[in-house]
């Protein structure tokens, strides 16, 4: 069996199917919480500023003309395309169908609430997984990785980065004897860890590390508790 054979049968023989996080042993039911709302200010201002300069270059044509000077070419131009072209034209056609593409696009991003990276947290005295605990866990982070906002009644509504959470739990993951590695990938319903071990048996390690992420999940405390899917393997050169 060549190198290659020994990495592929590591890599299959510890591949682990994720599972969600409502089980006995991971605690508390999910909460039903609203996402945060992007803001959008940039968005919105650049969007204003193209309508107000398109219908400020029209209006000053429409004026000219008006006052007995030629139109811009470019209307010109468009105007005798629009008068001599069919409605059942490809060029017509075409562009009727990416305008419109275009406003229900900007309709859905519009209705979207936006801030795909920062994961709802519960609120104080729903469950186990918040509170002091899940506070001190994630201020062991990267800094920057909390975001709170008032919410309706005065209560406050807290919320991670995905980027933060995976670096807490990738340090929770290179607690674990054998683990030399990991990365750890966090999405809003599945977290993804992948870790690289250069002693125990793989069984051994991914039960370990399935654990102690689990354990690293609830005390984040979020709204939702993702499903988690380990994936251990050993290099060839570790395996000798």
């Known amino acids: 069996m060549n190198a290659d054979q020994k990495m592929r049968q590591s890599t299959s023989a510890s591949a682990y199917g994720g599972r969600a996080g409502t089980g006995a042993r991971d605690g508390d039911p999910p909460v039903r919480m609203r996402r945060f709302w992007s803001v959008r200010r940039v968005p919105a201002g650049i969007v204003a500023l193209v309508i107000a300069a398109v219908s400020g270059l029209l209006l000053y044509d429409v004026a000219a003309v008006r006052s007995g000077r030629p139109a811009m070419r470019w209307r010109e131009w468009l105007a005798d395309e629009l008068a001599s072209r069919p409605l059942d034209d490809e060029w017509i056609m075409g562009g009727a169908a990416a305008l419109a593409a275009l406003g ?28 002091t ?14 975001e709170a906002g008032a ?13 933060s959470a ?10 674990v004897p054998g683990v030399r590695s990991a990365r750890v ?16 048996d793989l069984d051994e390690v991914r039960a ?23 994936r251990v393997r050993r290099s060839a050169k570790s395996k000798g």
């Open 166 to 175: 995976g670096l807490v739990l990738r340090d929770r993951a290179m607690e």
């Open 104 to 131: 229900v696009l900007m309709v859905v991003l519009a209705l979207a609430p936006g801030l795909r990276g920062l994961l709802p947290m519960r609120p104080p005295g729903t469950g186990t997984g918040t509170g």
């Open 151 to 163: 919410g309706t009644g005065g209560a406050v509504r807290a919320g991670i980065d995905r980027t």
């Open 208 to 230: 370990d590390l399935d654990t102690a992420l689990h354990e690293g999940i609830r005390q984040l405390g979020l709204a939702r508790r993702p499903a988690l899917s380990v």
């Open 185 to 200: 990938d966090v999405g809003r319903r599945r977290v993804r860890a992948r870790a690289l071990a250069h002693f125990r």
């Open 133 to 146: 605990g899940a506070e001190a866990e994630v201020g062991a982070g990267p800094g920057k990785g909390v």
